[in-house]
């Protein structure tokens, strides 16, 4: 039987792929953590574990990520299952949830709204995070096949009565039963939002496996928001709309913020950047 050491020093291994990767794939195959594959080089993996583990590096080696690999991903607190059919979760979304958090709590929202729900990461956290507020929350998406993985990671986190998912283009899905007079709505969005050129240059693991309806917008990436500020001018004494936050692409601030004039001239618009330093989410109070 080989051992955990006999995979970290075969050549066919260390030189094709990442170590990173090779040490979660490991772990995984085991069904152990990284600290354990780490200190435990000596372990012996039996014929099925060896099995399991050669057809995960063979799907790393054809570029697949590690998320589809596991069918998981780790997102503020939560982990949630993702598939084919939903983008995988990146760590700067989690700075849209904690702004998102932010200013629900010093506004009195009664209605959450998350715009191009995925997985559900952004809702779900939120949900779960503001589990003694009284809110309506709404996670929406065009992908049906989306919502149901959506649908379950609520359920993981016992919130699958709380969120409802609807399947729909943006706002259309809601109807006037969902909203009262005394509504307050606080919409969430990350919209697929890359321009041909950053999407045509994205690597193989996000092109090749990865919804591209879940990435690209025309307009230079920013197709999808201009017909989400277009519903909501319509819809906004219906559903009096208070805040809006939105991730965006750094290079889009400029366009972006005209686009908001265009629309909403009086509303008030605070950027914020990333861990990185790079403009991503747009706060916008109506
Ligand atoms: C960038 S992904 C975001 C997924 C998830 N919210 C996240 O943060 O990881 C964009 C999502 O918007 C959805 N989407 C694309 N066009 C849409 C539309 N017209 N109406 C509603 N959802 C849409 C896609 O199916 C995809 O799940």
Redesign the pocket.
Known sequence: MPSVNDFFNDPVFFLSLDRIDLELLLAHALKKTREFILTHPETRITKKQEIFLLKSIARRKKHESIAHIFAKKDFCDLTLKVNRH??I??PE?ELLVNESEKKINTQKLNMVI??????G??IIAIAKHLKNKKINYFG????PK?LSVARCNAKKYNLNKKIKFIT???LTPLSKKNFSQKTKTFIVA????LSKEIYSACVPDVKNYE?K???YSSQEGLY?YK?LFQQIFFFQTQLNIKNILIEFSPEQKKKLSLLIESFFPNAKKQFIKDLAGKWRICAIEL
């Open positions: 939903t983008l979760p990146r979304t998350d715009i191009g729900t995925g997985s990461n952004i929406i998406d065009i992908s989306a729909g283009n943006l990350n919209l697929p939002y919804p309806s879940a990435l999808h017909k």
